[in-house]
């Protein structure tokens, strides 16, 4: 069983940053964020395969970077220029192999979540 810890939620304005990280008991997988906002279904937000490969969702291609230690199996989430609809629990996941699933469902393993707050 994969293990998985978030960190790094808060509060910021927007326009601000902030950076998660999730550290997991295991690298050996595709790693990725979803987000959950009020009233709204979770979402995919990033994802990065054990060799490196990373996809985004549209609205935070350009703001948000995903990165990978996979000698400390962390994974991180930098946020950059955000937005008050960023406004959501944060997610971390782990698939079940080194490639990042085709479909959402497959993602095996969840974090407790981090709650991320942005305000005018």
């Known amino acids: 069983q994969v293990q998985l810890v978030e960190s790094g939620g808060g509060l910021v304005q927007a326009g601000g940053s902030l950076r998660l990280s999730c550290a997991a008991s295991?690298?050996?997988?595709?790693m990725g964020w979803f987000r959950r906002a009020p009233g709204k279904e979770r979402e995919f937000v990033a994802a990065i395969s054990w060799s490196g490969i990373r996809q985004y969702v549209d609205s935070v291609k350009g703001r948000f970077t995903i990165s990978r230690d996979n000698a400390k199996n962390t994974v991180d989430l930098q946020m950059n220029s955000l937005k008050i609809e960023d406004t959501a629990v944060y997610y971390c996941?782990?698939?079940?192999?080194?490639?990042?699933?085709?479909?959402?469902?497959?993602?095996?393993?969840w974090g407790q979540g981090t709650q991320v707050t942005v305000s005018s």
């Open positions: 295991h690298s050996n997988h595709a």
């Open positions: 996941a782990a698939g079940r192999s080194p490639m990042i699933p085709i479909i959402n469902r497959d993602w095996s393993y």
